[in-house]
């Protein structure tokens, strides 16, 4: 029994090993100041803070790898979360985004949060303080819903 158990021991150690060996890219593409979000909206401070907190690591270009991000299987699933974050909505390529998309992505915004959906639970698990408190979602709705009838406005 001892030498199964030490078998199987050596063996996990020896797959967890090798599977360092894929590593996925992780990367941040240069950020044009013109793009961002703050380039064409005006971002309170206080929502800068939030969006920083919260949001900014998986949904736009200036994400801050942690050192877990090096470790295969999690390394696998920051580098998705982050791909998937920007292909859904990335604050560093705002203004490439069209009007109607700017609005549906503000309203996104508001109803993600609203149903604690965003931040994802599982950065959340590393990252206690991005979490959102009932002030902080009424801050960022009160924001978006401003946002979107500047927007609406501007037609």
């Known amino acids: ?13 020896v797959a967890f090993a090798v599977i360092q060996i894929w590593r996925p890219e992780r990367t941040n593409p240069p950020v044009k100041s013109v793009e961002t ?20 690591d998986c949904h736009s270009n200036e994400t801050v790898f942690p050192w877990y991000s090096n470790i295969a299987p999690i390394s696998w699933s920051v580098v998705d979360h982050v791909r998937e974050g920007r292909d859904e909505l990335n604050f560093s390529i705002w203004n490439t985004y069209s009007v109607s998309r700017k609005k549906r992505k503000l309203e996104e915004i508001c109803e993600q949060v609203e149903e604690r959906q965003m931040p ?10 991005a979490a959102l408190s009932n002030d902080e979602i009424k801050i960022l709705c009160d924001w978006t819903g401003t946002e979107i009838g500047k927007i609406s406005s501007q037609k």
């Open 1 to 13: 029994m001892k030498k199964i158990l030490k078998l199987v021991c050596i063996l996990v150690f």
């Open 37 to 56: 979000l703050t380039a064409s909206t005006q971002v309170p401070r206080n929502v800068n803070e939030i969006l920083k907190r919260s949001c900014k």
């Open 120 to 129: 994802h639970n599982q950065y959340l698990w590393l990252h206690w303080d």
